[in-house]
């Protein structure tokens, strides 16, 4: 798996000072978290990184706030991004990516939609991009967390299970 992009911030020094701000429970996002990551694993595509069109992407989300406009929602997570393959009578990973995203919805007849999602880019645009998209409090928190995504990493993994290994 790749090393997330926050941690590479990190590295590269653009930690800031722990702020008291923490994520919201994650009863707060049950309205957002399966549509967020369903619409961030179509977005990767058939084709994956390294197994092609025989890998399959999943995606598990920290939920960090969300902010409502009309019928546009902006959702604000830490991704977690894997490629899977069945081999056998196990599942394979083929790489994956760990980092903050900001997913825009859009309400249509009281269903959501994943509309398109931002990401900011590598060092050096890392800190800047991630000020830009996230709101103060929640930027600061991801700049001071390069994102232990052990829970993330479990929830990717049974969605795996689910869906490519026989019951």
């Known amino acids: ?49 390294v197994f092609g069109p025989a890998g399959h992407w999943f995606c598990a989300t920290r939920f960090l706030g969300a902010a409502t406009s009309g019928d546009r929602v902006t959702v604000y997570v830490w991704a977690l991004c894997d490629e899977w393959k069945r081999s056998g009578d196990r599942i394979v990973s083929g790489g994956g990516e760990s980092l903050p995203v900001v997913v825009y919805l859009r309400n249509a007849d009281g269903h959501l939609h994943g509309v398109s999602f931002d990401e900011p880019g590598d060092a050096p645009d890392y800190a800047p991009d991630v000020r830009r998209l996230f709101p103060g409090d929640v930027a600061d928190w991801i700049l001071s967390h390069p994102g232990d995504v052990t829970d993330l990493q479990q929830n990717v993994i049974a969605q795996a299970r689910r869906s490519l290994l026989p019951q």
Request: glycine share 10%.
């Open 1 to 49: 798996m790749m090393v997330g992009l926050g941690l590479a911030a990190v590295l590269a020094g653009y930690a800031v000072e722990s702020s008291a701000w923490s994520p919201p429970s994650q009863a707060a996002a049950r309205p957002y978290t399966t549509v967020v990551d369903r619409y961030l694993a179509s977005e990767h595509g058939p084709n994956g990184w």
